[in-house]
């Protein structure tokens, strides 16, 4: 069965910490991964987009790595800032037609 | 803006009514996705259409059912509405072949 699973469920950070989240998946065969950041009450937005070929990717504050072998990936946040908080989810594309798999997300909540 | 248009943003109504919610994919995306997010949970797929013809089911209630028209907007219908059909409705979009799905804003549906 196709799946993502993401962890940790929520994490709290004081401001200017870094964090990790993580994400592991099952999706076979796979296309790409993403990572989104949803606001509360919006929706997601891309951070991050990875093929298979792809082990680092950076955007701004935002690294998220991919080990294609192992199946797992991870978004690294530096210098988290207030307005971090927010859902972080994993999505993974399956080469079968346009089929993407959602993590449930890691809330994170940056405190000051 | 992530050019995915989602109409009404708010929706009131009772119990055991009918609501249509609409969406308006970004120009050239010929693929629409259908997400239901109860309070503080993940993404739920419910359906996917490409050109006009349904391509992927998720977990959709068959009191639900969707749409695309020719012009590639998409309408997802929900009746016989119940209390715990409350949710925010999101629609995304995407180019075949690419990997990135853009999300609208979303429906933010309130059953009393």
């Known amino acids: 069965k196709n799946q993502v699973e993401q962890s940790p469920q929520s994490l709290i950070i004081l401001e200017g910490k870094n964090c990790t989240l993580q994400?592991?998946?099952?999706?076979?065969?796979?296309?790409?991964l993403r990572w989104y950041k949803q606001d509360t009450g919006r929706g997601p937005v891309s951070l991050t987009i990875?093929?298979?070929?792809?082990n680092t990717k950076s955007n701004g504050r935002y690294t998220a790595t991919l080990d294609a072998d192992t199946k797992q990936s991870s978004l690294h946040i530096t210098a988290s800032q207030l307005s971090d908080s927010a859902s972080y989810i994993c999505?993974?594309?399956?080469?079968?037609?346009?089929?993407?798999?959602f993590g449930s997300g890691t809330k994170l909540n940056v405190k000051p | 803006d992530s050019g995915v248009t989602q109409t009404p943003k708010h929706l009131i109504t009772a119990t055991g009514q009918r609501v249509t919610l609409r969406c308006s994919p970004r120009?050239?995306?010929?693929?629409v996705y259908w997400y239901q997010q109860s309070l503080d949970q993940g993404l739920q797929f419910l359906i996917q259409?490409?050109?006009?013809?349904?391509?992927a089911k998720g977990n959709i209630l068959e009191r639900f059912s969707a749409q695309q028209f020719p012009d590639l907007h998409s309408e997802l219908n929900l009746s016989s509405l119940e209390l715990g059909d409350s949710a925010l409705y999101f629609c995304?979009?995407?180019?075949?072949?690419?990997?990135?799905?853009?999300f609208g804003q979303g429906t933010r549906l309130t059953v009393v």
């Open positions: 995304a979009s995407s180019v075949v072949g690419q990997g990135e799905a853009f």
């Open positions: 994400c592991n998946y099952t999706v076979s065969p796979f296309s790409n």
């Open positions: 990875m093929t298979f070929s792809e």
């Open positions: 999505v993974v594309r399956g080469n079968n037609f346009n089929k993407f798999y």
């Open positions: 120009s050239g995306d010929l693929s």
């Open positions: 259409y490409y050109n006009g013809e349904e391509r």
